[in-house]
């Protein structure tokens, strides 16, 4: 069904929490853009649906503004999008004082499975604040020390695995690197092992847990009239029910055994969730709340940084004076032969990768853009924009913009060297997200893939499939498409 795109409808007021700004706004809205370019070959009720790419959202908008400027308009149906994509105009959607984070569109879809947890919360929602600040110490970069030696043991599990097909053919490289991610935020966020890499049938949880992720990847496709919905879709709705069930038990059958333990030993984030009060209201969060976080942590902590992975694999093979740099700077702390044994403050020391994962981001930004809305009416690149209004900004697009210099689809990691990126404006990197609602995971996710890139570039030499062409697909984030690698042992 070819008829949606990136921002698929709102779901139908009873579904959701309703929010007062929203409704006040609504007619300011329709007006305000009615000024902004738009695509081609707009028509009545559909608007722009002809000219949209249901698989593609965020890459069509990046052609789309080589054609519409740095500000445009799009419409679903009665769905407008304003997609902001000139570094100038994205800098200033980012400034917190005139807007902030915007909860429509799909992200009203992921408040069915995760309600109010942190990623889809209004900013407004004692829940937002009160996990925010239960949570934030355990993702400052010092809590990393905590979960290194578990990152570091699920690593292995990913390496042992490919040792035993490093000989025959290729790896599918995006599979394995989410059954990596999976695992390590599973293990870290509530103590369980979905153990992907040793065992022969699938985990009956890791499977509801994957379909669940699917159905809503794809909730931008299904039709947007409840009734017509259930109908047409039933089959899957009624999946998607019995898996959110089962989940949700597991969770709940997890706390409950916690609940009942209150001396014993655990320290993940399950239980610091369980023990900790905020430190301003002195509030705990409710088991419903903390099973909806559980959730999400699963949710977000694992496919973005699994793309990540895939597409800085993806890079190296394809750039091997690049790889081979990174393994100059791997061997000056664990040489050739031996079998490292990373520390925690090892991979601080890792700077050249840490360049190439920041450019991995900047040309596949996982998250390729983020919601955003004004507080108060207000103008933007010269139109006006009203409260409420739903805007997109594209970090897919700014990534590549010519500010980035010369040739800003080639990838180099030195454009991180500090005095380089000292020499570009600010605010015109943010694959993380910005201001207050940007990315809790993002030195959990940075220490991961730096940990994960260092082990498997040590060992392997990464082979890239002869007439390989990365395509790249989105469900919310992006990833590659049919991405494989040879690997061999050095
Ligand atoms: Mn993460 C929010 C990108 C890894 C948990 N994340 C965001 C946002 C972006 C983002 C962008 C802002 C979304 C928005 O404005 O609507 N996240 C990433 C990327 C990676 C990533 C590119 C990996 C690379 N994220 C992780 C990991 C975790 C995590 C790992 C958890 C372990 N992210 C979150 C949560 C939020 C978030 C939770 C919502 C934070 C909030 O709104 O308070």
Redesign the pocket.
């Given at each position: 069904m070819n008829k949606q795109h990136a921002a698929p409808p709102q779901l139908p007021a009873e579904h959701t929490t309703p929010n007062p700004a929203r409704s006040r706004n609504r007619r300011a809205v329709a007006h305000s853009t009615s000024t902004l370019p738009h695509p081609p070959h707009r028509i009545p009720i559909l608007g722009d649906l002809l000219t949209a790419d249901p698989a593609r959202p965020t890459q069509n908008f990046v052609d789309l503004t080589r054609r519409l400027g740095p500000i445009f308009d799009t419409k679903i149906f009665n769905q407008h999008l304003t997609v902001v994509s000139g570094p100038a105009q994205y800098t200033e959607l980012c400034d917190e004082k005139r807007f902030g984070?915007h909860i429509g569109f799909s992200?009203q879809a992921a408040r069915e499975l995760a309600g109010d947890a942190?990623?889809s919360a209004y900013s407004t929602e004692s829940n937002?604040s009160r996990a925010?600040n239960i949570l934030m110490p355990a993702f400052a970069l010092s809590a990393m020390k905590c979960y290194h030696d578990t990152m570091l043991e699920t690593v292995r599990g990913l390496i042992a695995y490919w040792d035993e097909r490093a000989h025959d053919g290729t790896v599918d490289v995006h599979t394995d690197t989410s059954k990596l991610t999976l695992e390590t935020?599973a293990r870290i966020g509530f103590g369980y092992h979905f153990d992907p890499f040793t065992r022969t049938k699938p985990d009956p949880y890791a499977a509801a847990v994957s379909r669940l992720f699917a159905f809503l990847g794809r909730s931008a496709y299904r039709i947007p009239v409840p009734w017509m919905e259930a109908i047409v879709h039933r089959g899957e709705i009624r999946q998607k029910n019995s898996d959110m069930t089962y989940v949700r038990q597991v969770i709940d059958d997890v706390i409950q055994s916690r609940r009942q333990d209150p001396g014993g030993q655990f320290d993940d984030l399950l239980q610091l969730m369980l023990t900790t009060a905020d430190p301003e209201t002195g509030q705990f969060l409710d088991d419903e709340n903390v099973r909806n976080q559980v959730f999400?942590?699963l949710n977000?902590?694992h496919e973005?940084?699994s793309g990540?992975l895939s597409f800085a694999l993806h890079l190296l093979a394809t750039h091997p004076d690049v790889a081979d740099q990174a393994r100059d700077e791997l061997h000056s702390l664990w040489p050739a032969d031996t079998d490292p044994d990373p520390e925690f403050g090892d991979i601080h020391k890792l700077r050249y990768l840490r360049r190439v994962v920041d450019e991995t981001?900047r040309l596949w930004?996982?998250?390729p853009g983020?919601?955003r809305e004004p507080k108060q009416d207000t103008t933007l690149g010269g139109y006006t924009v009203a409260a409420g209004q739903a805007m997109f900004a594209l970090t897919l697009q700014v990534h590549r913009d010519p500010v980035w210099g010369e040739d800003p689809l080639a990838f180099d990691p030195d454009r991180f060297l500090p005095e380089r990126t000292r020499s570009r404006p600010a605010g015109i990197y943010k694959?993380?997200?910005t201001g207050m609602?940007?990315?809790?995971?993002?030195q959990?996710?940075l220490h991961e893939?730096v940990l994960a890139l260092a082990l498997i570039l040590h060992r392997y030499d990464l082979e890239p499939e002869p007439g390989y062409q990365l395509e790249v697909a989105e469900e919310f984030t992006l990833k590659p498409v049919g991405l494989r690698l040879g690997l061999r042992r050095l």
């Open positions: 984070k992200i942190l990623f937002w925010h935020i999400t942590f977000a902590g973005t940084t990540t981001l930004p996982i998250a983020f919601f694959p993380f997200g609602r940007s990315c809790i995971g993002r959990f996710a893939t």
